[in-house]
């Protein structure tokens, strides 16, 4: 069992800055693949960016490749996600969520979820 609580959310403008934090409670952060998912309201819950037990294989979907960039601190228990060049289509909530063992692109081959976190981009 894990417990990740999101981060870092806010308003910003097109064009800007934020970085997601993701702090992880409980045992063996650094044994799971940490993720990043965003809903927007009316959309299904649609995959960001993930990175394996070890830091490695990070992994981003298209419209976010080349502006946003996860990586993690298992000393920490903290996954970021920091994202620059904002565009009001990153507006949604963003979801921290954890794989264990294993690395996957899809809501449902993950165990646990935060609460989000509101990420707001105005034109």
């Known amino acids: 069992q894990v417990q990740l609580v999101e981060s870092g959310g806010g308003l910003v403008q097109a064009g800007g800055s934020l970085r997601l934090s993701c702090a992880a409670s409980g045992r063996s952060f650094s044994s799971y693949t940490m993720g990043w998912f965003r809903q927007a309201p009316g959309k299904e819950r649609e995959f960001v960016a993930r990175?394996?037990?070890?830091?490695?294989?990070?992994y981003y979907v298209d419209s976010v490749k080349g502006r946003f960039a996860i990586s993690r601190e298992n000393s920490e228990n903290t996954v970021y996600l920091q994202m620059n060049t904002l565009k009001p289509e990153d507006t949604a909530v963003y979801y921290c969520?954890?794989?264990?063992?294993?690395?996957?692109?899809?809501?449902?081959?993950?165990?646990?979820w935060g609460q989000g976190t509101q990420v707001t981009v105005s034109s």
């Open positions: 969520a954890a794989q264990y063992k294993t690395t996957g692109s899809r809501v449902g081959e993950y165990d646990y």
């Open positions: 990175i394996s037990w070890n830091g490695g294989s990070p």
